[in-house]
Every structure is written in structure tokens, then in C-alpha cells.
């Protein structure tokens, strides 16, 4: 019995190393969160495995690409999570049209997750004329959301910024943006429903 124990060790360690040896670097790099078509395109999956927490939602979603730098969720709709595996980071970007094709003057929106891909962060019209920051917070089964205030968190259209931009903008609204509480709301359903699958059919 021991032996058959540690046979399936063996095995799963065995496996879960090949895995990783496996997963090779495409040569892709993101400059701009349109280069994830590149990625797409590509069609290198070397890890499908992802966690959806038992949401019907993140049930629906696939990954289609995955390689030692980054991974590609797609909800099958118009949201797409990328995997940054070297910044440690999660990001849902959100387009208005299924096909994900950019509207002039309609940026897209992109959402800052958490380990449970919640989104923490926005950058997105809500409520407003123009595209600005925002902070989600979830306490007592209800979602606070707060604005950021600072100057350079109005008017960001994320499409023209490079990646590089997106990183540093990101390390400000965490670290150095000041929110006050919002007019805006969100339904309860996002409380455990992430917010970036809205709207989806």
C-alpha cells in the first residue's frame, strides 16, 4: 500500500514538473492590450486549467491561450482575462461589442482583479460621461463603490496606452489614488458574480 502511495506521488510530481517544462514562451509580448489577438491567434494552450470558483459564469469561460508569460480566459461573449504570470496580475478587459472589435471613442474597460477574479478596480464608463477609476470593496453581502477624485484618474482611454502605461497607472490607482464614496451602484447579483461578465447573453 505504501509503495502504491508513493508510486502516485511520484506521478503527480512527475506530471505537474512536465507540465511547467512544457509551457514555453511564445516570443509574444503585450505592448498594447490589442496584441492579446496576437496571443489568440497563436493558439499555443499549454495549461487549460483554471478556477471558477463554482460560478456558472466562470463556467462558461476557456482558456485559449497559455504560454510561461501569460494566459488568455475568454467568456465566449465580450470579456477577456489575461494572466500577466510574471506581474503576478489579473486583468478582465471588457468590450462593447461581442466580436471585440474597438468603437472610436468607446475605450475599452478593463477591471483590476483579485485572486478570486473579482474585480477590485475599474476603469470603465459607469455612471459618468467619460471613462474614470473606480474602487469596488465587498463587505456584509453588499458592494461599496468608491471614485477616484485624482485628476489624472478621469478621461483614460486604456486603448492607446502601452502596457508599460497600463502597469504604471495600475501601481497608482493601488497604491496612490484617493476615492471618495460613489453615487453608483451595482446590483447585489455582482456580490459573488464577477462584474466583467455582465451583460453577457
Not at 13 to 27: H, I, P, R
Not at 34 to 45: A, F, P
Not at 169 to 190: A, H, P, V
Amino acid at each position: 500500500m505504501i509503495k502504491y502511495s508513493l508510486l502516485l506521488v511520484f506521478l503527480l510530481v512527475f506530471c505537474t514538473n512536465k507540465k511547467e517544462v512544457d509551457c514555453k514562451d511564445q516570443g509574444i509580448k503585450i505592448e498594447y492590450l490589442s496584441d492579446m489577438d496576437k496571443l489568440i491567434q497563436n493558439g499555443y494552450v499549454c495549461d487549460k486549467h483554471f478556477e471558477d470558483f463554482g460560478i456558472d459564469e466562470l463556467k462558461r469561460c476557456k482558456v485559449v491561450f497559455s504560454d510561461s508569460n501569460y494566459k488568455i480566459l475568454y467568456n465566449g461573449f465580450r470579456s477577456r482575462v489575461l494572466f500577466d504570470k510574471k506581474e503576478n496580475l489579473k486583468l478582465a478587459v471588457n468590450s462593447l461589442l461581442p466580436d471585440f472589435r474597438p468603437i472610436k471613442n468607446r475605450p475599452f474597460s478593463l477591471y483590476i482583479l483579485n485572486d478570486k477574479l473579482m474585480p477590485v478596480y475599474g476603469i470603465t464608463k459607469f455612471g459618468v460621461d467619460s471613462p474614470s477609476v473606480f474602487k469596488i470593496e465587498y463587505k456584509n453581502n453588499k458592494i461599496i463603490l468608491l471614485d477616484a477624485v485624482d485628476k489624472e484618474s478621469k478621461n483614460i482611454d486604456v486603448n492607446k496606452l502601452t502596457y508599460q502605461q497600463i502597469l504604471l497607472l495600475i501601481s497608482k490607482i493601488k497604491n496612490t489614488f484617493k476615492y471618495k464614496l460613489s453615487e453608483g451602484t451595482l446590483d447585489d447579483y455582482f456580490y459573488k458574480v464577477p462584474y466583467w461578465t455582465e451583460g453577457r447573453e
